[in-house]
């Protein structure tokens, strides 16, 4: 089955590599003419670092990323309200890990590179449009080089090309654009010593847009040096009008120190940080509605394309994970690409769609809010309720992540055999 995917970012080059390992002929289309390591920080749950072991990148993962093992959320005078343990100290058979997105991103395109070959990868592609038929789909690119068109025959079009997608805008034309809650964040990555414990994920402050997070991504060259440490502040600049205005703007070093200049936590000094910050850019905070349907015929959206979500309890990118895994287990089960694809819709977009929703009441954050407003660490066992909530919205609990069936595909699918549980 030839399988065309429109994006490749982190979510498209897993769905090549899922694909591929159950037997399908992926090939991506990428709009940029290079893929380059760009970004920040970026966290995959143990359910997400599940799916990547299974694919055989567990080894290539451990080395370039730093296993948390505690998330700690904190007043803004950097005192703790709750803490939780995560990934194998919490139980789960595989870690949660923090890494640099630009790394996580090289990782994934060379072991398609090695696996499917070079030629399985075309950049510079800009999807225009696609057409479908009842034996396959046609999709229409530009060559952003020479503005040449270029189409492409396959049996399924995967449309995993962001939250800004041109597949998702082509199957819904009225949506629109994105939804801003008028929150920007400040996002950075600083050489600086570790916090706390080094393998902490701290969480300081309440409501969206009076928040500050930090984590690491890279332990020290040398021990007693600088760790790589990833930063993000939530601001508001007043009442949201429609969508913001210079999206991805970069922050000085001046006007970083000035946002941080109103935090002051004992732990962490701030005005070093903003120092050390070799670039700070400002994106806003988007999501879009929940859509009633992610597939039409040999048409499908994954990732992002699919479920853009606020970042809150660190989960998008592990959602585009699984959803590549379980896209690839239904094409390889279902002789009918049609069916595989509403079999694929039927189990991923109502979870993943709760999730969308429960983000944009704060997810697992709401301990943080309620904190503020208790004005210090929540009753017993009412942040438990909270997080243990959304990790089973999320089919995330440890008992969800290491008791449901591998969603990998045997070497010879001979028809259904059992449904995993997401």
């Keep these: 089955m030839k399988v065309v995917i429109v994006g490749g970012g982190i979510a498209g080059l897993t769905c090549a590599l899922s694909l591929h390992a159950a037997g399908l002929r992926p090939r991506v289309f990428e709009a940029a003419r290079a893929i ?171 409501t969206p847009g009076a928040k500050f997070v930090a984590y690491p991504v890279e332990d020290p060259a040398a021990e007693g040096g600088d760790a790589l440490l990833n930063w993000v502040l939530e601001v508001r600049h007043g009442q949201p009008t429609g969508l913001p205005q210079g999206a991805n703007r970069r922050i000085t070093p001046a006007e970083a120190r000035a946002g941080l200049a109103d935090w002051h936590l004992p732990w962490l000094d701030l005005n070093s940080l903003a120092e050390r910050s070799s670039a700070v850019s400002e994106y806003p905070m988007l999501d879009r509605a929940p859509l009633p349907r992610w597939s039409f015929g040999r048409v499908t959206l994954l990732g992002d394309a699919a479920h853009p979500m606020f970042p809150m309890g660190m989960n998008g990118g592990s959602q585009s994970v699984v959803d590549a895994r379980v896209l690839a287990w239904c094409l390889s089960r279902e002789p009918d690409p049609a069916a595989a694809l509403s079999r694929y819709d039927d189990i991923r977009r109502p979870a993943v769609n709760a999730i969308v929703i429960a983000n944009r009441n704060s997810g697992p954050e709401e301990v943080i809010t309620r904190a503020e407003e208790h004005a210090g660490a929540l009753p017993a066992g009412l942040a438990e309720s909270i997080t243990d909530r959304y990790k089973q919205l999320s089919q995330a609990t440890v008992t969800q992540v290491n008791g449901h069936a591998s969603w990998t595909v045997p070497a010879k699918a001979n028809g259904l055999v059992g449904e995993p549980t997401a």
Aim: aromatic share 6%; glycine share 12%.
């Design 36 to 206: 380059e390591a760009v970004g920040v920080g970026i966290n995959l749950l143990p359910h997400a670092v599940r799916e990547l072991a299974e694919l055989g990148l567990a080894d290539e993962l451990a080395a370039i990323a730093l296993p948390p093992h505690r998330l700690t959320y904190r007043d803004r005078a950097g005192h703790p309200v709750w803490e939780e343990p995560l990934g194998l100290a919490a139980g789960y058979q595989w870690p949660q890990y923090s890494v640099h997105r630009g790394r996580l991103h090289l990782m994934l395109l060379a072991a398609v590179r090695e696996r499917l070959g070079p030629d399985c990868l075309h950049t510079g592609r800009l999807f225009r449009r696609f057409e479908q038929t009842e034996s396959g789909v046609r999709a229409h690119f530009v060559e952003r080089t020479a503005g040449a068109p270029v189409a492409q025959d396959a049996d399924v079009l995967i449309g995993s090309d962001g939250i800004d997608s041109a597949v998702r805008a082509h199957l819904y034309p009225d949506e629109g654009p994105a939804h801003w809650n008028g929150v920007h964040m400040w996002r950075g990555v600083a050489r600086h010593p570790h916090v706390l414990d080094g393998r902490s994920i701290v969480v300081v402050g309440g």
